[in-house]
Structures are given as C-alpha cells and as structure tokens.
C-alpha cells in the first residue's frame, strides 16, 4: 500500500510538534532539526519548514525553499543534491536517530518506530536512493 504524505495544514500547526515530538520533547527535536540541517548542507541558513503527517503514523519536517541542497554526511561518506522534500526526510531522519537514545524507553520505542515509517515512505519516494544512502 502507498504512503501518502499530508501537508499539516496552517490551522493545526501550533498542535504538530507537541503531538509529533511530545510536549516535552518538541523544543528539543525542533533544535535538533535546525542543527542537523546545518551540519548536512552549507546552504542551510535557516527558514520555514513544513509539517507532512504520513498515513502509515510517521511525520517528517521539510524547508519550504525551491532549491536543491547539497548534502554531506561525515558519518557515512554520502555527498548529493537533494530537493528540499528529500532534504527534510533525511534532516528529520537523523532528528529521530539521536531522539532514540534518550533515557525513556516509551519515547525511544516511539521514535525508533517512527524512524522505520519515515524510512518505508522514503523508499516510495522519487528520491528514495539518495534518501537511503545518505541515512546508512
């Protein structure tokens, strides 16, 4: 079954990282993203990001900037150019990999859940090779 992915709308977007992330993580995951997105391309310099929830229960983040990123992953040796929407998969996928070591075995089971949602949808997406390569 394909996995659609639903833009939050702008009503309910006040609600999205408290529902997403917990109330109690969601400043600290909001954190994580804008750094991890620095450290995956230079030409992050910050903006507005998009909320997505997917129908399999995951949810990523993604800039709202037409450009492409150029992307570099120290840990794995990966460099591409990514579309925005493949950028903020992979961006949200690290998020939820440095979340899955917290000291809270329900949220590590949470997020580790999500990380394998985000991760099916990212192989349905048009840029799924690149997505898996820079996240292995």
């Given at each position: ?52 929830t997917l129908s399999n229960g995951s949810f990523y983040l993604a800039p709202t900037c037409a450009e492409r ?68």
């Open positions: 079954m394909t996995i659609i992915a639903t833009q939050v709308p702008e009503s309910r977007r006040l609600a999205f990282m408290p529902a997403a992330f917990t109330p109690l993580m969601m400043m600290r995951a909001e954190g994580l993203t804008y750094h991890q997105a620095s450290l995956l391309s230079r030409q992050y310099s910050g903006g507005y990001w998009e909320f997505y990123f150029d992307v570099s992953v120290d840990g794995n040796g990966y460099e591409g150019d990514v579309s925005a929407d493949a950028f903020g998969i992979i961006v949200t996928m690290f998020v939820y990999g440095a979340l899955a070591f917290i000291d809270d075995e329900a949220l590590r089971e949470k997020f580790g859940e999500h990380y394998h949602q985000l991760r099916a949808f990212a192989i349905e997406h048009a840029e799924g090779s690149a997505i898996l390569a820079a996240i292995d």
